[in-house]
T-cell receptor, first 115, second 115 residues
Framework: KAGVTQTPRYLIKTRGQQVTLSCSPISGHRSVSWYQQTPGQGLQFLFE???????NKGNFPGRFSGRQFSNSRSEMNVSTLELGDSALYLCASSQEPGLAGGVTFFGPGTRLTVL | ELKVEQNPLFLSMQEGKNYTIYCNYSTTSDRLYWYRQDPGKSLESLFV?????AVKQEGRLMASLDTKARLSTLHITAAVHDLSATYFC???????????????FGKGTHLIIQP
């Protein structure tokens, strides 16, 4: 069974630009979450999607948004990029939200660098 | 607000020694994860602990959960160099309702095992 896949793996952008990251969950998994990892703040929850609906959102500005498609694939978008958005963005999938959803598995991440 | 604290944050040890990483959390937990992260890589799920007194072992690693003390431990027995990595604990409260915000991670324990 293929794992969680994320594209692209690396991105370099400049301040003010926007970026879209993509995530394909494990086959059969319908819940997708996004996390930001930085050296200073560690791993922080961005949002969770299930059945094309955002269930939860972390404490991030509105520049961070996402969506989920009917095939469970998800995208996240960051507009008006700032230097502080440089991070590893991790996508995670589980069968469904909540305890019945089983183990949460993480993708390889997208390394975003904002210049 | 859920807080997850790991200690130590940095650990340098010699091969063959035993050591324990501690993970304290501030509210009730539905599920507790231990993940491993190698430099530049994603998170690899090591253990999922569900109930009080749960103990799981894989090779030289053993994890336990005490929900009454809100404490989980990751014990390393006879450490080998290949176990060098950063270890994260993460608390999942998705079963507790109230719009739980994904996984809440500790800051990670950077483990270096020297020959």
């Amino acid at each position: 069974k293929a794992g969680v896949t994320q594209t692209p793996r690396y991105l370099i952008k400049t301040r003010g630009q926007q970026v879209t990251l993509s995530c394909s969950p494990i086959s059969g998994h319908r819940s997708v979450s996004w996390y930001q990892q930085t050296p200073g703040q560690g791993l922080q929850f961005l949002f969770e999607y299930f059945s094309e609906t955002q269930r939860n959102k972390g404490n991030f500005p509105g520049r961070f948004s996402g969506r989920q498609f009917s095939n469970s694939r998800s995208e996240m978008n960051v507009s008006t990029l700032e230097l502080g958005d440089s991070a590893l963005y991790l996508c995670a999938s589980s069968q469904e939200p909540g305890l019945a959803g089983g183990v949460t598995f993480f993708g390889p991440g997208t390394r975003l660098t904002v210049l | 607000e859920l807080k997850v604290e790991q200690n130590p944050l940095f650990l340098s040890m010699q091969e063959g020694k035993n050591y324990t990483i501690y993970c304290n959390y501030s509210t009730t937990s539905d599920r507790l994860y231990w993940y491993r992260q190698d430099p530049g890589k994603s998170l690899e799920s090591l253990f999922v602990l569900l109930s009080n007194g749960a103990v799981k072992q894989e090779g030289r690693l053993m994890a336990s959960l005490d929900t009454k003390a809100r404490l989980s431990t990751l014990h390393i027995t006879a450490a080998v160099h290949d176990l060098s990595a950063t270890y994260f604990c993460a608390v999942d409260r998705s079963g507790s309702g109230g719009g739980a915000d994904g996984l809440t991670f500790g800051k990670g324990t950077h483990l270096i095992i020297q020959p």
